[in-house]
C-alpha cells in the first residue's frame, strides 16, 4: 500500500477515535448534569471501538514513520497524530472515571448536582469540541482558543471549592465529586495537547518537521500500551 493510502486511512481512523472520546466527555457531564444513568453506560459502551481506532493508529504510524521519501509535512502529520490519538485516547479514560464517579453517586441516592462542577464539565466537554473542529477543519484558531484557556479553567476549579467551603458535603458525595473534578482536569489537559500536537502539524506544514525530542515521543506513544496511556494520564 503506498503511504499516501496509509495517510488516508490514518486521518479515517483520527476521526473515528475524535468522535467516540468527545462524545464519551459528552455523555459522561451529561450524565451528572442530568442524574442520568443511561449517559454514563453509553461512555463504556465505546471502549471497544475506541481502543480498535487506537490500537490501529498506533500501527499505521509505526508504518509510517519509517517509510523512506514521506514529505516533511506528512511526517510532520504523522508524528502530530500520535499525539492527538493518545490525548484522546487518555481523554476517554477520564470521562470513563466521570461516568463510574456519577453512577457511584446516583446509586447512593446522595446526588445533589453542584453548579461549578457542571460549569467545568461544560468547559472540558468545549475545549474537546473545539480540539475535533481544528483538527478536522485543519484552523489553527480553534487550538489557540483552548491553549488560551487557563486562566478560564482557573476560574472554574475556585468557583468549585469556594462552593465546596460554603456548602460542605460528606462521605461519598464528597469523594465522587473530588474525583470528578480531577478526572475533568484530566480531559481538560488532554485537550491543550491535542490543541498543540494540532498547531505542531498545522503550523509547520512548509518546515523540516522533527527533532529529536518529538521523535523520542513519538517512539514512546507507539511502544506505550494502552493501559499505561491511561494510567500516566490519571497520574499527570
Excluded at 442530568?34 to 461512555?43: H, M, T
Aim: aromatic content about 6%.
Amino acid at each position: 500500500m503506498h503511504y499516501q493510502q496509509q495517510l488516508h486511512h490514518l486521518r479515517i481512523q483520527l476521526l473515528g477515535i475524535s468522535r467516540l472520546s468527545q462524545r464519551a466527555l459528552d455523555y459522561s457531564v451529561k450524565g451528572y448534569e442530568l442524574g442520568c444513568p443511561n449517559f454514563c453506560k453509553e461512555v463504556s459502551s465505546a471502549e471497544h471501538a475506541l481502543d480498535e481506532h487506537h490500537n490501529g493508529i498506533r500501527d499505521l504510524c509505526r508504518r509510517l514513520i519509517i517509510v523512506r521519501g514521506i514529505s516533511p509535512s506528512d511526517l510532520r502529520f504523522v508524528l502530530a497524530a500520535l499525539r492527538i490519538d493518545s490525548g484522546f485516547h487518555a481523554s476517554y479514560c477520564a470521562a470513563k472515571q466521570v461516568a463510574c464517579e456519577t453512577a457511584l453517586l446516583l446509586k447512593s441516592g446522595h446526588v445533589v448536582t453542584n453548579a461549578a462542577l457542571i460549569r467545568l464539565g461544560n468547559l472540558a466537554n468545549c475545549l474537546m469540541r473545539l480540539c475535533v473542529v481544528a483538527l478536522f477543519q485543519q484552523e489553527t484558531v480553534h487550538a489557540e482558543t483552548v491553549l488560551h484557556s487557563h486562566e478560564e479553567w482557573r476560574r472554574c476549579e475556585h468557583a468549585f471549592e469556594e462552593m465546596h467551603r460554603a456548602h460542605p458535603r460528606v462521605g461519598t458525595q464528597t469523594i465522587c465529586e473530588r474525583v470528578i473534578v480531577r478526572s475533568l482536569g484530566i480531559a481538560a489537559r488532554q485537550a491543550h495537547e491535542i490543541a498543540d500536537a494540532t498547531l505542531f502539524w498545522l503550523q509547520g506544514r512548509d518546515r523540516v518537521p522533527t527533532s529529536e525530542t518529538h521523535m523520542r515521543k513519538a517512539l514512546g506513544l507507539i511502544f506505550a500500551s494502552p493501559r499505561a496511556a491511561c494510567d500516566d494520564a490519571a497520574t499527570t
